[in-house]
């Protein structure tokens, strides 16, 4: 799942089996799916002050999943699903779940991917949403996940129970020393979704609520709170499409506010479609209560070669400022980037 220094956005799976999945077992009541994706880019991120950033050929996404549904009766449906994703270099399974769908909706658990994972309405390829430092959970290893689907609405809620994640590794410079330190991070979450959609306009909104104690190198730190609303508003007609978002999110620790890592963001979108071409145009603005601010600006155009095969470019502009306004410090300032890539799926 991609993740921007705003926001992670990748469109959760919510049914079995993936977009362009290929039917291999059909009989007496029971499928079986399978999907896969190969997509590699040729890419020049954002450089901004003192950093130095190569052309870079990236694997951006390698992916295998299998989905099975089972018909135990008329109106009960059970389901299992499970994906392995390629992540830096390494083979990782990044969702497996089981559940029930029905007249109800559907209820699962497991490893899998949250309703806040689903938020954003940007559309960029890789150049979108900088500058505002929020970094909220949007998928679990226990998760229990509802949604229902109406004729025109829906609706769902998701809780990842309280968990311990990996170790995460760093090294820190103290004194021109390099320090070593493990983090261990007992986390839980809980977030919502609804949405509705009526002559052409699709209309949502998300909530989260998160939380996380870390230990570092065996000392327990002070909890982090973390909360946060979307809400978003999508037209749609004949080939030309536009959108805005507005969230706002807060992160605590021990009670006090991260001005930091709490802020809010709008999103701006507009596209249009003719044939197999798809032309994107966005612009993002976000403000930490530090008062440090990004803005961005990308374009992108996508050709589909095939109903499994599609090309792409994108060009994009970020610009960040630090709480002074000063766009001269590290890791501030303004910078451009470009990619082209290619995917082939199934």
Do not use: C
Request: hydrophobic letters at 35%; zero cysteines; proline letters at 1%.
């Amino acid at each position: 799942m991609k993740k921007t220094i705003l926001a992670m956005a990748v469109p959760a799976l919510l049914a079995a089996g993936a977009v362009n999945a290929a039917t291999v077992y059909d009989q007496d009541g029971v499928t079986v799916t399978i999907g896969g994706a190969a997509e590699v880019q040729i890419i020049q991120e954002y450089e901004f002050n003192q950093q130095d950033v190569d052309l870079d050929v990236r694997l951006d996404d390698g992916e295998l999943n299998f989905g099975i549904d089972v018909a135990v009766s008329e109106s009960l449906t059970a389901l299992g699903y499970f994906d392995f994703e390629n992540e830096g270099g390494s083979v990782k399974n990044t969702e497996l779940w089981a559940g029930f769908k029905g007249d109800f909706g559907q209820l699962t658990a497991g490893r899998m991917y949250t309703f806040w994972d689903d938020t954003n309405i940007n559309e960029d390829i890789e150049l979108g949403l900088e500058g505002v430092d929020s970094s909220l959970p949007a998928s679990g290893n226990d998760v229990i996940k509802y949604r229902y689907d109406g004729d025109a609405f829906w609706f769902g809620v998701a809780h990842n129970l309280k968990q311990n994640g990996s170790e995460e590794e760093t090294f820190k410079d103290v004194s021109g020393n390099l320090v070593r330190e493990v983090t261990v991070n007992n986390a839980t979450h809980t977030d919502a979704g609804v949405g509705t959609s009526f002559a052409g306009v699709d209309l949502a909104a998300y909530f989260i609520a998160a939380e996380k104690t870390p230990t570092v190198n065996d000392t327990k730190n002070d909890k982090i709170k973390s909360d946060a609303f979307q809400v978003s508003a999508v037209y749609n007609v004949d080939a030309f499409t536009v959108g805005a978002s507005y969230t706002d999110f807060e992160q605590k620790t021990a009670g006090a506010q991260d001005k930091d890592k709490s802020g809010h963001y709008v999103e701006l979108l507009a596209g249009y479609g003719v044939g197999d071409f798809q032309y994107y145009l966005g612009y993002n603005f976000g403000e930490n209560d530090d008062n440090s601010e990004g803005s961005n600006i990308y374009a992108n155009a996508t050709y589909k070669m095939h109903s499994n095969v599609k090309t792409y470019v994108e060009l994009g502009w970020a610009e960040k400022k630090d709480a002074s306004g000063n766009t001269n410090a590290k890791d501030y300032g303004d910078a451009t980037g470009f990619l082209v890539g290619m995917e082939v799926k199934f």
